[in-house]
């Protein structure tokens, strides 16, 4: 089984500044990486995932992801916040060729300050 | 939340009282998932199901059953309601190996 860390489970950022949300997990197989966002009181919205190829993936709402093979990360950045991106951020990891299962870290509450 | 819906949106439960919740898409996704959501622990797969006639165990299955009849509906069954099954209860679809999984809007429980 995979298991997927993420650092921060709660993390305060002032409107305009940049933001790194950290995700590390942990697999001996190859895997394929996605980015989720909640909004109080909804369901999981896909930001962004990465599957093969370039390992700078660019997302939905500005925000972008690194994967790193070597660390095993999947880090989450944004340049600059807005008071709209306050909501819960999940990473997630399944295999990729028995990817029937996701699964999820515990997620980190995003606060931007005004 | 489009092509996933969960009824109901709320319930509220006695101990010991059942209850099926509902999960129904309109993707022809082949695979569908249950998980549930508590504060704090991210989210657990309860069951999933690769095809109709095709179910099988996730992390947390204890407590609950879930049949595949059909492509559209994968419906969730607590036979015995526990103040431990309080949570927020979540279906989600994909279409295939790498794709995306897309969430329903969430049914919240609390057992009482």
């Known amino acids: 089984a995979q298991s997927v860390t993420q650092l921060d489970s709660q993390v305060p950022v002032f409107e305009e500044a940049p933001v790194e949300l950290r995700c590390n997990y942990s697999?001996?197989?190859?895997?394929?990486l996605f980015w989720y966002v909640q909004y109080p009181n909804q369901g999981l919205q896909l930001l962004l995932k990465y599957l093969s190829g370039s390992t700078l993936v660019k997302g939905i709402n500005g925000f972008e992801a690194e994967f790193n093979k070597s660390q095993t990360s999947f880090h989450l950045r944004k340049p600059s916040v807005h008071i709209s991106d306050t909501a819960e951020y999940f990473c997630a990891v399944s295999e990729q060729y028995t990817g029937n299962q996701f699964y999820f870290g515990t997620g980190t509450s995003l606060t931007v300050i005004p | 939340n489009a092509g996933v819906t969960q009824t109901p949106k709320f319930r509220i439960l006695k101990i010991g009282q059942s209850m099926t919740l509902q999960c129904t898409q309109d993707?022809?996704?082949?695979?569908m998932y249950w998980y549930r959501q508590d504060p704090g622990m991210g989210l657990k797969l309860i069951y999933y199901?690769?095809?109709?006639?095709?179910?099988d165990k996730g992390e947390v299955p204890n407590g609950y059953n879930v049949s595949r009849s059909t492509t559209e509906d994968f419906p969730l069954r607590l036979e015995l309601a526990a103040p431990s099954q309080t949570s927020v209860y979540f279906c989600a679809i994909k279409g295939g190996q790498g794709e995306t999984q897309y969430f329903g809007p969430g049914t919240r429980l609390l057992v009482l």
């Open positions: 697999s001996s197989v190859s895997v394929y």
């Open positions: 199901s690769v095809g109709a006639g095709i179910t």
């Open positions: 993707m022809n996704h082949n695979y």
